[in-house]
């Protein structure tokens, strides 16, 4: 499975930026996981096909909503209310083992991932 993933920019604090991720092959479910400088991975949010469940780390609920189309096997992710503290490379994973839905904030949950996507929010 190759995953593709777009939509990272340069946007000014509480604005909005909209990523988005598809996947070559079958999944059971597709993430997001974003990389400060000088910080480790984090998880952000992901999506179970399956199940139609949703996750978020704390950090981005109510201001992130993760959504898929099952149909062209995508998942989106909208970044509203974006902080500076958001800036980091943002990274799309997905789980062909159906993990997420017992550990979806761990980057051990996930098979294959994509290039990461570049979001500075400035101040």
């Known amino acids: 499975v190759q995953l593709q993933a777009s939509g990272g920019g340069l946007v000014e604090a509480g604005g909005s930026l909209r990523l988005s991720c598809a996947a070559s092959?079958?999944?059971?479910?597709m993430g997001w996981f974003r990389q400060a400088p000088g910080e480790e991975r984090e998880f952000v949010a992901a999506?179970?096909?399956?199940?139609?469940?949703?996750y978020y780390a704390e950090f981005v609920k109510g201001r992130f909503t993760i959504s898929g189309d099952k149909a062209k096997n995508t998942v989106a992710l909208q970044m509203n209310s974006l902080k500076p503290e958001d800036t980091a490379v943002y990274f799309c994973?997905?789980?062909?083992?159906?993990?997420?839905?017992?550990?979806?904030?761990?980057?051990?949950?996930?098979?294959?991932w994509g290039q990461g996507t570049l979001v500075t929010v400035s101040s």
């Open positions: 092959g079958r999944t059971v479910g």
């Open positions: 999506f179970h096909w399956i199940r139609g469940s949703t």
């Open positions: 994973a997905a789980d062909a083992r159906g993990r997420i839905g017992y550990y979806s904030t761990r980057a051990s949950s996930y098979d294959y």
